[in-house]
């Protein structure tokens, strides 16, 4: 039987699955218990075999109980819940294994609402901890069970640089977990900055289309040397003005890429902080209440 780093034994999917009816309809016997490991990632797997293993276990567990409250994930792995006043059961990832547990609703998520409000970087020195928050993305499709009556703020990137690595994230986390827990759903956003009014950044993801960027240049003069300096920043192709590169099979490099990209097409048209830069038309397929609490700026 395998085992996690603590030696505990690894549920298979069906055991998971039935772990989780047990959380999910007598949670009292297991509130204050650790989590129970039910799957365990290769040290530097790629996101699609991350991805490909954790749907086994998700796809069991979603036959028994039904589809959760909450979709989500935070920077190292899945976080999926079934949540109601009372109680939470939690299906969360990290970079070395996803996990089983159930907790007292007000209690954690008082304690997830903490962390929100007082970390982060004060500065640009300062590291970012995008990648300690709980959840960076997080989907409302009205699900069973209730949904907070809160909702966090989110953290704000101290500098285009915190941008850039919490785009990163958030874009690598939707490349391992979007498709497990939405299918063949796209999520995506638009950026928009106060000091280039009117121009637009878009952002997408879907597993049959890959990750995606584009930008608007119809303003751009339609000459070889625009597009020489269009191509040597990275953009790949020009459709009736807009610039776009794609990357249909992306993994963490890729998903750094489309990053960098867009702040550096934030940068080159005078965007300088992360307050200017507002997230427009958040959306997962129009269905639902898509959050980005990791993004690292308002939308």
Known sequence: METSGGNRPILSPGEAAEFAVALFEAPGSYLGYDPVPVLVHEPNAMLRTRRESFRKVYGAIVDR????????????????????????????????????????????????????????????????DFDLLPYIWQLDRSGPGEP?????????????????????????????????????DWAGFSLTS????????????????????????????????????????GWQSRDRGWWQAEFP???????????????????????????DVRARDVSCKD?????LPGLGVRH
């Open 65 to 128: 109980i039904g589809e959760p409250t909450l979709y989500g994930g935070s920077a190292s792995g899945p976080h999926i819940r079934w949540r109601d006043p009372e109680r939470i059961v939690l299906l969360a990832g990290n970079h070395h294994q996803a996990q089983l547990s159930v907790h007292r609703t007000g209690p954690l998520e008082s304690e997830e609402m903490r962390i929100f409000e007082w970390g982060g970087a004060w500065s640009a020195d300062e590291p970012h």
């Open 148 to 184: 907070p009556p809160e909702r966090t703020g989110g953290r704000m990137a101290s500098s285009l640089g915190h941008f850039e690595s919490a785009l990163t994230l958030m874009l690598s986390a939707w490349v391992e977990q979007l498709s497990v827990q939405v299918g063949g």
């Open 194 to 233: 106060g000091v280039d009014r009117g121009r637009q950044i878009h952002v997408s993801y879907a597993l049959g289309e890959g990750l995606q960027v584009s930008v608007d240049d119809r303003d751009g003069e339609d000459s070889p040397e625009r597009a020489s300096m269009m191509r040597q920043r």
């Open 249 to 275: 099979e992306p993994e963490r490099a890729e998903s750094a890429e489309v990053a960098r990209l867009a702040i550096a097409e934030l940068r080159a048209r005078g965007t300088r902080e992360p307050k």
């Open 287 to 291: 269905r639902g209440e898509l959050l």
